[in-house]
């Protein structure tokens, strides 16, 4: 559904307050987990199956809880350190860390407690997602003479064939700048703030913007 959620704004002036942006992650639809001997899991997306074994009891918990809802880096890491201790964070963001980049999770960037993007991989592997890129401040960026918009329920969503990923937009503020990015260009400062974002980088090292 769309977002109704109001842009904060500060109560001296009106002026958009800027949230900063977090990276979430979820495991992509029609992914199935299943136990195995011991702490062992097995991910499972179509014919393509990913065999985790001696998980421990933070990085599993971390599996089960990316099935039914979003994390972010902070939600991780509390999680981890609850059920199995501080000293074994690093291990499921090493794990966490691989299922991105060989494209098991999806991705949604949001603003406060309003989602921006979904990034959804269309397929899996190390190839599927595009790489990273850094931006130059001023750049105005247009849109892909390639893009497609269509609509997918009640979100917007972005494919260009050039790239396994569909963008799904649920805030009706990214369908606006789609539609200025696709007319006349867009800078990051003005998208951060008709979406009353922070510029600053996720916490993550994939960014909203990259994609």
């Known amino acids: ?47 393509f199956q990913l065999h985790l074994e001696r998980l421990g009891l933070g990085r599993r ?39 991105v980049t060989h494209a098991w999770l999806r991705r949604r960037l949001s603003a406060g407690n309003r989602p921006l ?17 850094r931006h130059r401040p001023g ?15 009640d979100v917007l969503a972005a494919l260009n064939p050039a790239h396994a990923v569909v963008v799904g937009c649920p805030d009706p503020r990214v369908a606006g700048l789609l539609a200025t990015a696709a007319a006349q260009g867009c800078d990051a400062d003005r998208a951060a703030a008709v979406l009353g974002a922070s510029t600053s980088p996720c916490r993550s090292p994939t960014r909203a913007a990259h994609r």
């Open 139 to 153: 750049v105005r960026y247009r849109m892909s003479r390639l893009a497609r918009i269509d609509a997918d329920g």
């Open 1 to 47: 559904m769309p977002s109704t959620t109001a842009v904060p704004t500060e109560p001296e002036t009106g002026a958009i307050r800027r949230l900063p942006v977090r990276e979430e992650y979820r495991f992509r639809e029609r992914t199935t987990l299943s136990n195995g001997a011991g702490d062992a899991i097995t991910v499972q997306y179509g014919r």
């Open 61 to 99: 918990a971390m599996l089960l809880r990316l099935a039914d809802e979003w994390l972010d880096d902070d939600a991780v890491q509390h999680l981890v350190a609850t059920v199995e201790g501080e000293n074994r964070i690093l291990r499921a963001q090493v794990l966490l860390r691989r299922l």
């Open 117 to 133: 993007l979904e990034i959804d991989p269309q397929g899996l592997g190390a190839s599927v997602l595009p790489p990273p890129a």
